[in-house]
Structures are given as structure tokens and as C-alpha cells.
């Protein structure tokens, strides 16, 4: 069983930066799309970014050019640098690794962009 641990979040200004964390039990380049995701109150959970095996990355258009995702496989950890966030980017943001038919999920780490 992959554990998936995430930090890195908490309470930021409009205009400010966060980097979230993903680390894995596991081997990182064991899985094919590692992935964000958040959900906002009252909203269905989407996809924020990912990156497959091969280093594609792929953005939801409202983050494209502030987010970056990135990897590390020697700390088998995925990272999401987020810049010149905005309110409506706050949400719990959770990992997401796939391989085949298993789905591993994060617990989730609080975001929130307030004056």
C-alpha cells in the first residue's frame, strides 16, 4: 500500500506564492500520472496539474503560467510551486498517483488566499 504524505499549504495573501509537497512511499517513476487536484467549498474536486512518467505536464487553464509541477525521484516527492495565487484559488489541494487500476490519494492540504 502507497502512502501519500502532502504539506506545504496554509494561508497566504492574493499575489503571494506557496510550494506544496507530495511525498511518496513509494517509487515516484513506479506510477504513470502523478497528479493535483483541489476542491473548493461547495465545488466538485478538478485537476490543477500532472505530470506522466515521461515528464508531460498538462494545466487547468485557470492556473496555466502560475503553477508549475515538478518531481523529484530521488526524494520520491512531487511538488506544485504555486504563484500570484488568488482567492478563488483556495481549496483543499490533494496528490493524486495512478498506476494501471490503483489510484493513491493524498489527505489533503488546506489553501487559503485572503487579504
Known amino acids: 500500500q502507497v502512502q501519500l504524505v502532502e504539506s506545504g499549504g496554509g494561508l497566504v495573501q492574493p499575489g503571494g506564492s506557496l510550494r506544496l509537497s507530495c511525498a511518496s512511499s513509494?517509487?515516484?517513476?513506479?506510477?504513470?500520472?502523478l497528479g493535483w487536484y483541489r476542491q473548493a467549498p461547495g465545488k466538485e474536486r478538478e485537476l490543477v496539474a500532472s505530470?506522466?512518467?515521461?515528464?508531460?505536464?498538462n494545466y487547468a487553464d485557470s492556473v496555466k503560467g502560475r503553477f508549475t509541477i515538478s518531481r523529484d525521484g530521488a526524494k520520491n516527492t512531487v511538488y506544485l510551486q504555486m504563484n500570484s495565487l488568488k482567492p478563488e484559488d483556495t481549496a483543499v489541494y490533494y496528490c493524486?498517483?495512478?498506476?494501471?487500476?490503483?489510484?493513491?490519494w493524498g489527505q489533503g492540504t488546506q489553501v487559503t488566499v485572503s487579504s
Open positions: 493524486n498517483f495512478r498506476r494501471g487500476a490503483e489510484d493513491y
Open positions: 513509494g517509487s515516484i517513476f513506479s506510477f504513470n500520472v
Open positions: 505530470i506522466t512518467v515521461v515528464g508531460r505536464t
